[in-house]
């Protein structure tokens, strides 16, 4: 019994200037065997080696969109290229499976119906093992 598994979440786990040692005293616990965390992917890129030599054991990342135009529209930001870059960098770094959870909302437009192939197609073409897809009502 106790407490056998972690997820870093909230805002985003990544602009925590410590966050390397934190997961490496997280896993020095005894009994805990997964120990994640769930990003928006931006900074990805840059801490993903560090973080699998801490024992970082999965990933979750975050992902609006793979459009530019629509990425920025929902996160107001345009950090696309970096989140991609980031999810690429963790596959480099060993984080297999690597899980990309998504909302896709008005499956039934064409536009959401396209979106939802090229994330079944970039999950196929990187080796990402699973994907959580979560399916609502356009409001």
Same mark, same amino acid.
């Given at each position: 019994?106790?407490?056998?598994?972690?997820?870093?979440?909230?805002? %985003?786990?990544?602009?925590?200037?410590?966050?390397? #040692?934190?997961?490496?005293?997280?896993?020095? &616990?005894?009994? &805990?065997?997964?120990?994640?965390?769930?990003?928006?992917?931006?900074?990805?890129?840059?801490?993903?080696?560090?973080?699998?030599?801490?024992?970082?054991?999965? &990933?979750?990342?975050?992902?609006?969109?793979?459009?530019?135009?629509? +990425? %920025?529209?929902?996160?107001?930001?345009?950090?696309? #290229?970096?989140?991609?870059?980031?999810?690429?960098?963790?596959?480099?770094?060993? +984080?297999?499976?690597?899980?990309?959870? /998504?909302? /896709?909302?008005?499956?039934?437009?064409?536009?959401?119906?396209?979106?939802?192939?090229?994330?079944?197609?970039?999950?196929?073409?990187?080796?990402?093992?699973?994907?959580?897809?979560?399916?609502?009502?356009?409001?």
């Amino acid at each position: 019994m106790g407490v056998n598994k972690i997820r870093l979440t909230g805002g %985003e786990p990544l602009v925590r200037k410590d966050l390397p #040692k934190l997961i490496k005293r997280l896993a020095s &616990i005894s009994g &805990i065997q997964t120990l994640g965390m769930t990003t928006n992917g931006v900074l990805l890129k840059s801490f993903a080696p560090e973080l699998k030599r801490v024992v970082l054991t999965n &990933i979750n990342v975050s992902l609006d969109s793979l459009r530019p135009s629509r +990425f %920025e529209l929902i996160s107001g930001r345009q950090y696309l #290229k970096d989140v991609t870059d980031g999810i690429y960098a963790s596959l480099d770094a060993g +984080f297999q499976p690597l899980k990309m959870n /998504v909302v /896709v909302r008005g499956v039934s437009t064409m536009m959401n119906y396209s979106t939802s192939l090229s994330l079944l197609k970039i999950n196929q073409s990187m080796f990402v093992s699973s994907s959580t897809c979560l399916l609502g009502e356009e409001e």
